[in-house]
């Protein structure tokens, strides 16, 4: 397994590969790799010949106020973590590779990206579209992995797939959770043994809702009120979003029905803002 940080190199190894008639799967990734993303390096080792890993901490889709200094980062560590995988590659370039000097192109969204984590980070998903579509074009991949703990991201992606014609299959992933129930996230590490605790609030509100769902309730507004009583029971629990909404529409929905989607965000003792979800069809 390789580490290279320049578009050159990645697109030279990706040209290679193709005049060997090899497929290409992309996992893209901001790194501090967990089991989470294993799961998704193994998807794509299984269905595909040869794997980039890229590991780029996105200054475009954090805000103002949010954590892109101090996220947490570990090369070394991602790189074990790929090889033992399987990866063929790590595209590891710095910030000014992917975004030179007067650099003043984007790619955005409107629909899907105005609910959910959109409302409290207005920037994030312009970052990530445009992330995403350089990143397909650079490594021209035959599929790419997302995981479904960003359930909003995977839908957003998929619609700009479909929206710009790419030729890319996006595979979505299952969450991959602690042995307590806590869903696997690099943002863990910021939490104190005491807000590590208190995080598995969200983990039982999912649990609740889905077990909800599955014995029969369709009214949204009793689920949300019922996870919301449960996560506000939390001294360290700030709640972002309740939310129960059409999974292609990312619009909240009054009864449960056909594709959906629960998802929350909850701000734990201050230290780390922690999504979770669960989808269904109903």
Same mark, same amino acid.
């Given at each position: ?156 992606? =998929?619609? $700009? @797939?479909? &929206?710009?014609?790419? /030729?890319?299959?996006? #595979? ?37 809702? =889905?077990? $909800? @769902?599955? &014995?029969?309730?369709? /009214?949204?507004?009793? #689920? ?59």
């Amino acid at each position: 397994m390789e580490i290279v940080s320049t578009i050159k190199e990645v697109r030279d190894r990706v040209k290679a590969w193709r005049k060997e008639g090899l497929t290409v799967g992309l996992v893209p990734t901001m790194g501090y790799l967990h089991e989470g993303h294993k799961s998704l390096i193994d998807k794509a080792v299984s269905q595909n010949d040869r794997v980039v890993v890229s590991v780029f901490v996105n200054p475009m889709q954090f805000g103002p106020t949010e954590d892109l200094a101090s996220y947490p980062r570990d090369l070394d560590a991602d790189a074990k973590l790929c090889e033992a995988a399987g990866a063929s590659l790590i595209f590891h370039p710095e910030p000014e590779e992917m975004y030179d000097e007067g650099f003043c192109s984007f790619v955005d969204m409107t629909g899907l990206t105005e609910a959910l984590c959109g409302l409290s980070r207005p920037v994030h998903f312009r970052g990530v579209c445009t992330v995403v579509n350089k990143l397909f074009n650079i490594v021209t991949p035959d599929r790419a992995y997302f995981g479904e703990k960003d359930a909003q991201q995977l839908a957003v992606v =998929k619609r $700009m @797939v479909k &929206d710009l014609n790419m /030729d890319i299959e996006i #595979v979505g992933c299952p969450i991959i959770r602690e042995a307590d129930g806590l869903a696997k996230s690099s943002r863990n590490t910021y939490l104190s043994p005491k807000s590590r605790e208190a995080a598995l609030v969200l983990s039982r509100s999912i649990f609740m809702a =889905k077990k $909800m @769902v599955e &014995d029969g309730e369709r /009214d949204a507004a009793k #689920v949300k009120k019922a996870m919301r009583d449960l996560i506000e029971a939390e001294p360290l629990a700030t709640i972002d979003y309740v939310e129960i909404v059409d999974v292609n529409t990312m619009k909240s929905i009054d009864t449960i029905k056909g594709e959906i989607l629960c998802a929350i965000a909850v701000n734990i003792g201050g230290e780390a803002r922690l999504i979770d979800n669960f989808m269904a069809t109903i």
